[in-house]
């Protein structure tokens, strides 16, 4: 059974810090390309950061220079560092697993940003 288990969501104040991670299990992790998405009310789910197999990075431009996706295959765990928070953060963070067609979803943590 395949599992994509984010933790680390929560509320922080704009101008704050939080560090989102995602634990796989049922998959070999490191041949994954994984990815955090997320979603704010009444939008679309929206591409954050990715980082593929052999650690190429890529992040979208509302968050360059404020987060870092990161992983480590010894824990089967990616994680995001958002520093610098903005009230227009605030959305559910989704985890994503690809190798080649198949795809993987986590079930989302929540980030608000606000004072």
């Known amino acids: 059974q395949v599992q994509l288990v984010e933790s680390g969501g929560g509320l922080v104040q704009p101008g704050g810090s939080l560090r989102l991670s995602c634990t796989a299990s049922g998959i070999i992790f490191r041949e994954y390309n994984m990815a955090w998405y997320r979603q704010a009310p009444g939008k679309e789910r929206e591409l954050v950061a990715s980082?593929?197999?052999?650690?190429?990075?890529n992040s979208a431009d509302s968050v360059k220079g404020r987060f870092t996706i990161s992983r480590d295959n010894a824990k089967n765990t990616v994680s995001l560092q958002m520093n610098s928070l903005k009230p227009e953060d605030t959305a559910v963070y989704y985890c994503?697993?690809?190798?080649?067609?198949?795809?993987?979803w986590g079930q989302g943590t929540q980030v608000t940003v606000s004072s």
């Open positions: 980082i593929t197999s052999w650690r190429s990075t």
């Open positions: 994503k697993g690809t190798y080649y067609r198949t795809t993987y």
